[in-house]
């Protein structure tokens, strides 16, 4: 037995030094990167004994301008490149190398997450914000992805949503409220499961008793798309924006197909009182106009970060004809919770405070959640904490 | 609508920017890699306009040895480094690039599969068997990762499962056959799903009549783990091999549980001609040793390049225990197919020709399929694709 696990394992050598980062046979020290410690700092190292610069980027670092920051690394007798952080408050950090000016990730580190077109190295510093993103000791939820029908766009196509059923789903006879979590421009049916940390969060704020069990939908808000980049007839395509009939109302419109398919296909409580929806940035728009085009259909609606325009903007998009009369119906019909969050810096600020104004004008009752910081999934992970616990109570 | 449409988007090109590659701003080429050519030959692209040498490594090159080969990249003006194969044959294929001596992604692909501890680009390569791992316009099933209990082994923990569902399983009555399909040393159930295309292969062949419309099963076959690398409780860590415990029968003893949730959970055939049970490797061991511990439960056997040992290693390992007389049972009881498959350069070729040849003077019949290569997920796809046609009929 233990030959045979022995020469398995050297085989596996040979293909993790092949495919790998190369120190393994060379003596070279195991890299750990990234290293966190107790006190919530981190370390990064890098093997690159020939490079003439290694830098660290991440958005736990000073941002420059639009840009996130770096920093130099310093090389040591080995060759390996290190930097240590100062203590970071717990969360979940995207971060990578850049070598001799070329963006690398970090081969001792295999956690990466794709947003839009780049994939970036992730790690989470415990102890707070933080544990709400990592899988614990706690019962988990499932998470599917399948495929609906969607007559009600223009293009008539199955598509791909991801759906999160909490514990207890599959052994019980309960019925279930619905949450619909929509993406943002770019991302797609993958970015709040990813990206998002859905059910982590979802799994430890149900387990912690401070939300209750859901159903969480997280659909494709691109009306072109079938699926995700590289999850639809497509191909393994480079990802874009895909902007075509995204923040025009066609969403909207065909957003019944999700709920009809939703309600027909799970075991959830179909009224007002049990229905939320939420989403950042063009995510957010869409929960806007949607929770407007379905009325009395919805209790929660969440805006995280939302893309809403100002007036100037909405006069030439369809999907604002009869704004006003619609919120007002809105209003008139009642809801128990319309929540907006925004970043201080966010570039959407001022258009949000704009429709912050427009409420307060119409006496159209909101909680308005401001954080630090802009236009980031750490905001939106952040946002979704805070969310979720105030539903369906 | 179009000034917020434009602002989002040049937004969204600095962060593509920021966290992507360098030449969206920089009037450089727009860098297409892979771009697979109508008659299958592949152009990479890497622009790195500093480097010394960039080199190009992947599964259709000409090994060297035990590694994948690797070829040198040309650079023209701009910076950007080029290499073009010949005509390659239709299928998935993994690369990576190596920059000044050290393993790079692609940054203009974002379509990634970790193996163990390390990651590799992929690109499919169609018209042929890659079709087979290609998303194409057919009905989908759904993939779900849900936890069960596994209270049969000394760890007596919640354990992650990915299981597949047929189109149509959702919205009909049916009972559905079902596939366990066993991962190998250092996998884990994220294996069959992401290297192994399994959602793809079985799309595919069901949507054109090859298959009959069946559940997969992909459980993960190392007792101490509860789920994947960076799935469990125990974090972002780095992959290792997890040997403890995977090839000394203790998951052939815990996966009654595995069977038991299944069939309790899903809609499903409990009987013999409709339980099927392959893998790769230590999921070859593991597949064998199964269908002989749970007589009379499987009709189908599959062993893909499995981890068969010799006479003198079986010694000391408990898992053989009776094992001439449990395979004895598992012939007198019948059984309808008992697949061999493994590649001609395989360095378990020869514990499987020893196999062989124990089958042989049982009588003991099997469907024996050599390939060409080793021991590769190339191979192991084929294999999927061949065995799958082949069961429940």
Not at 58 to 82: Q, R, Y
Not at 255 to 284: C, H, N, Q, T, Y
Not at 334 to 343: S, T
């Amino acid at each position: 037995m233990k030959k045979l696990v022995v020469f398995l394992f050297a085989l596996f050598l040979l293909q993790v030094h092949t495919y790998g980062q190369q120190a393994i046979f060379q003596g070279a020290p195991q890299i750990v990167s990234p290293e966190i410690h107790s006190d919530g700092s981190v370390t990064f190292r890098f093997q690159a004994p020939n490079a003439g610069e290694v830098r660290l980027t991440g958005d736990f670092l000073p941002p420059d301008g639009w840009m996130p920051g770096s920093v130099t690394m310093e090389k040591n007798a080995e060759g390996v490149w290190s930097y240590t952080t100062r203590p970071l408050s717990s969360d979940l950090y995207g971060y990578a190398f850049i070598v001799d000016g070329l963006r690398s990730m970090d081969p001792n580190n295999v956690y990466m997450i794709r947003d839009v077109a780049s994939v970036t190295n992730v790690f989470i510093v415990p102890g707070g914000q933080g544990d709400y993103y990592s899988v614990n000791k706690v019962p988990h939820g499932t998470v599917l992805r399948t495929w609906y029908d969607s007559p009600s766009d223009q293009y008539e196509q199955k598509r791909r949503i991801t759906i999160y059923t909490p514990p207890g789903y599959e052994n019980g006879k309960d019925k279930y409220p619905v949450f619909y979590l929509l993406h943002g421009m770019g991302g797609d049916e993958e970015a709040w499961i990813n990206l998002g940390r859905t059910s982590q969060i979802l799994d430890n704020l149900i387990a912690s008793g401070k939300a209750k069990p859901m159903i969480v939908v997280m659909s494709n808000g691109n009306v072109i798309q079938e699926a995700a980049p590289g999850e639809s007839s497509l191909g393994l395509y480079k990802p874009g924006m895909q902007l075509d009939g995204t923040m025009d109302g066609q969403f909207e419109v065909a957003f019944k197909d999700v709920i009809k398919f939703v309600e027909s296909r799970f075991r959830v409580i179909p009224r007002k009182s049990d229905r939320a929806v939420a989403g950042l940035s063009m995510g957010g728009f869409h929960a806007l106009h949607i929770s407007r085009y379905y009325p009395n259909t919805f209790d929660y609606i969440g805006l995280f970060s939302a893309a809403i325009m100002t007036d100037e903007r909405q006069a030439s998009n369809p999907v604002y004809a009869g704004f006003d009369k619609t919120l007002q119906a809105q209003k008139d019909n009642g809801y128990k919770l319309y929540w907006i969050g925004i970043g201080k810096t966010d570039f959407l600020y001022k258009a949000n405070a704009e429709y912050r104004q427009k409420l307060d004008k119409m006496q159209m009752p909101y909680v308005y959640r401001e954080s630090e910081g802009g236009h980031t999934w750490t905001n939106w992970r952040l946002y979704l904490t805070e969310f979720v616990p105030l539903l369906f109570k």
